[in-house]
């Protein structure tokens, strides 16, 4: 019973900030990476940034210097601080997170179900 929650979506105008965050819940052991996803209208699922537990960051070339990743490992959460967005940054963005559950010997990647960001311009 492992379940990845986000929250921090909505809808906001070119140039505003948002902040998405995620938690894992439930039996778990440990969490390795985690990292946020996201899929606009008519594309793929596209990786937008990842951090390893020692804190090491991906990010698409698409949001960097805009997007910032971050972690707490003590409460298994991540967030992702958005700013100066842009339409094109329009997608739902999944949270995702490989994890070990308690009791297990393998590590498992999960997903959260989604929150919609949408940006007007």
């Known amino acids: 019973q492992v379940q990845l929650v986000e929250s921090g979506g909505g809808l906001v105008q070119a140039g505003e900030s948002l902040r998405l965050s995620c938690a894992a819940s439930?039996?778990?052991?440990?969490?390795?990476?985690m990292g946020w996803y996201r899929q606009a209208p008519g594309k793929q699922r596209e990786l937008v940034a990842t951090?390893?537990?020692?804190?090491?960051?991906n990010y698409a070339d698409s949001v960097k210097g805009r997007f910032t990743i971050s972690r707490d490992n003590a409460k298994n959460t991540v967030s992702l601080q958005m700013n100066s967005l842009k339409p094109e940054d329009t997608a739902v963005y999944y949270c995702?997170?490989?994890?070990?559950?308690?009791?297990?010997?393998?590590?498992?990647?999960?997903w959260g179900p989604g929150t919609q960001v949408t940006v007007s311009s």
């Open positions: 951090i390893t537990r020692g804190a090491r960051t």
């Open positions: 439930g039996s778990i052991s440990s969490v390795n990476a």
């Open positions: 995702n997170a490989n994890l070990v559950r308690s009791g297990s010997l393998v590590a498992y990647t999960y």
